[in-house]
């Protein structure tokens, strides 16, 4: 009896070729497959049309009832119903939803966006250029209160993009622009020109400015002896107030100097300077408001 081997070119009888040959297989370790899957963020998904559902609600009641989906669901400030998938699991199970529609059922991927400011562009010019950039989603042009309610264009330009800031816009025949990060105004009253509250919202009687309002939150309480004051993370280099004698009592805004009471007693007497006209230390890069 004699036995015939296969050599590994021959076909079986399924029509598949046989490969005869040893490999070892690995597996990746837990703490590989952690680091993997922290890299891959879990999609979020907008709720684009409903056919089958009277409303989002109802669909997402119909992924959690019917589906067995662990669900984080959101409402964005637009009124769209933002769907994340709470386990490994349930992400792919909504990503098999997304791509099958069933029941009528369209879901569309949202990316994430983050703003950033177009820096120099030119008055003139209309957003039309930037809007048809790829990465940029919406862009409003920034105003400064030029006083009696009205409000002047600068060349400057918030922008909502998709993904990372970056350093520049090619804008083609327009030129090249720069873009820096978007950083947020913070809160300050006007009234008694303390930080965390409107003006609207101020609790003290009568207007100040900043050399009355020494014991504000801006600067902290004044101290009772001699030294320094710490600015704020804000404030600009020391400034210099003709008339005044540095090292004494009470600190002069923006400056780490010291002023003595009767000082601020004959504040109007003196000619100080009244900062609550919109002298006032304030974050670089601001001085600008969105139009209302």
């Not at 569309?108 to 030119?122: C, D, F, M, Q, T």
């Not at 998709?162 to 820096?180: Q, S, Y």
């Amino acid at each position: 009896m004699t036995s015939t081997r296969r050599r590994p070119e021959d076909p079986d009888d399924a029509g598949f070729i046989l490969q005869r040959k040893r490999f070892r297989v690995t597996k990746p370790s837990s703490q590989q497959s952690g680091a993997t899957a922290a890299e891959q963020p879990i999609p979020v998904w907008r709720v684009v049309r409903h056919d089958d559902f009277p409303s989002p609600y109802q669909l997402v009641r119909w992924l959690e009832c019917e589906l067995r989906l662990a669900l984080k669901v959101d409402v964005s400030a637009s009124g769209e119903f933002l769907l994340r998938g709470a386990t490994e699991d349930a992400a792919a199970t909504l990503q098999e939803v997304a791509d099958g529609q069933p029941r009528g059922i369209v879901l569309a991927r949202r990316e994430p966006s983050r703003r950033g400011v177009l820096v120099g562009y030119p008055t003139g010019l209309p957003l039309d250029p930037v809007l048809e950039h790829p990465p940029v989603v919406s862009a409003v042009r920034c105003s400064y209160s030029a006083g009696l309610k009205r409000h002047l264009p600068t060349r400057q330009v918030q922008l909502t993009l998709r993904g990372l800031v970056p350093a520049a816009l090619d804008l083609g025949c327009f030129g090249t622009f720069a873009v820096r990060r978007y950083i947020q105004e913070p809160v300050r009253c006007y009234r008694c020109q303390a930080f965390g509250h409107y003006q609207r919202q101020c609790q003290r009687p009568g207007k100040s400015c900043v050399v009355c309002a020494v014991g504000s939150t801006l600067h902290g309480p004044a101290s009772a002896s001699f030294g320094r004051v710490e600015s704020g993370p804000w404030l600009g280099a020391p400034t210099a107030v003709p008339g005044i004698t540095p090292g004494i009592v009470a600190a002069l805004p923006g400056s780490g100097r010291l002023l003595d009471p009767r000082f601020l007693a004959s504040c109007s007497g003196r000619r100080l300077p009244c900062f609550h006209l919109g002298l006032h230390p304030s974050p670089p890069f601001h001085g600008m408001k969105t139009p209302p």
